[in-house]
């Protein structure tokens, strides 16, 4: 399977990073997102970082532009890749509409952080063509997919999902549908741990960041990655992660829900942990 037409639906930092890396390795993508202006702003997005590839040697970015076609719906492809908001009914009724307008062959990939692979293939017809395919933020710099098969994902999709993962010049890491995957299994923990450490103020934000950079030798803190994935996602995937765990550990600390509460979402709102210009 080559997917030559891929539908990418959700154009936040997701979706826009996901749509820029398929559109770069030659195949036409639409993208759709039916909240005014966001499509827009996606696209501005996949510009400004296609732009900034370029003066690094990377491609015309005009030419990988002309790739990436806005759709008004959801609209027929040989894949689709769902980014849209971590929430599962909200996904959930998005794969029941995707697998009415999609081809009986097309494969419906979600990128979700969390939410069970094997729910959102449940609502499908073709429960055998469903898998995650979980990318990394930002999309464009970040070499891993984690993979996810669903109880009912067939070998085939399976297959077809990894070699597009090769193709898109990623690394494929396949995972087992259990909540969190592999990734932020680890991850949340880590970030969550990092929130109380600050809430109880064992050390101010830059302390605490400068201890996994310097101390574990990470390239950023977990407190300002945080504020890259977004508070208001973190929190959601720790929810997914408490309830799927049935293990009270994985709660949200409560700084976090309060920033969430406050609108303090990270870089995508101006504000979280830290302040963004
Ligand atoms: P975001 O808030 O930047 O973007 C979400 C987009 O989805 C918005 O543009 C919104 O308008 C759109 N949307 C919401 N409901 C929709 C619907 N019903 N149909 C179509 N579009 C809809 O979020 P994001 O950070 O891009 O995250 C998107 C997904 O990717 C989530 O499932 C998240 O867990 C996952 N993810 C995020 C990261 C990260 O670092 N942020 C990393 C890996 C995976």
Redesign the pocket.
Known sequence: MTFEHVLV???????GGIAQVVAASGRRVSL????PG?VERGLAAIEKSLTRLAEKGGADPAETMARVFTAAALVPADLMIE????EAA?KEE?FRRADEVMPPAAILAS????IPITSLAAVTGRPERVIGM????PVPVLRLVEVIRAVQTSDETAAAIVQLARDLGKEPAEARDFPGFISNRILMPFINEAAYALMEGVGDAEAIDVVAKLGFAHPMGPLALAD???LD?CVA?MEVLQRGLGNPKYAPCPLLRQYVQAGRLGR?SGRGFYSYG
Do not use: C, R, W
């Open positions: 639906v959700g154009a936040g930092q997701m979706g759709y997102d039916p909240y966001a980014a849209i908001t971590e909200a998005l990128n979700t952080s969390s979980h990318f990394f933020n890259l994935i977004g996602t995937i995508k």
